[in-house]
């Protein structure tokens, strides 16, 4: 069964830090793009970052440059999102994707979802 778990999500003061995983099962994530997309209430969900198969990121939104970071180790079948200096904008749950070649910011072209994990930042 293919399936990807996200966790590491929490509450978290203005100015903290997270790391977000993504652990696969049933397949082998060094094979595909990784993408990292978060949903606030009301609102569409919105591309993050990807990682391509070479470890090559990139980033979509741009309120996220300099503070967030995506990695991925795939001895362990795992991607990570690090996000330092968090803001009150940045409450959303977060997802991760797969799709195969290349990254892409547009959440119809991944093939694979997971349950995501909430993230909230608040004082």
């Known amino acids: 069964q293919l399936q990807l778990v996200e966790s590491g999500g929490g509450l978290v003061q203005p100015g903290g830090s997270l790391r977000l995983s993504c652990a696969a099962s049933?397949?082998?994530?060094?094979?595909?793009?990784i993408g990292w997309f978060r949903q606030a209430p009301g609102k569409e969900r919105e591309g993050v970052l990807c990682i391509r198969t070479s470890g090559v990121g990139t980033i979509y939104e741009d309120s996220v440059k300099g503070r967030f970071n995506i990695s991925r180790d795939n001895a362990k079948n795992t991607v990570y999102l690090q996000m330092n200096s968090l803001k009150p904008e940045d409450t959303a749950r977060y997802y991760c994707a797969v799709k195969a070649s290349y990254c892409s910011e547009y959440t119809g072209s991944y093939e694979y979802w997971g349950q995501g994990t909430q993230v909230t930042v608040s004082s």
């Open positions: 049933g397949f082998t994530l060094a094979y595909y793009a």
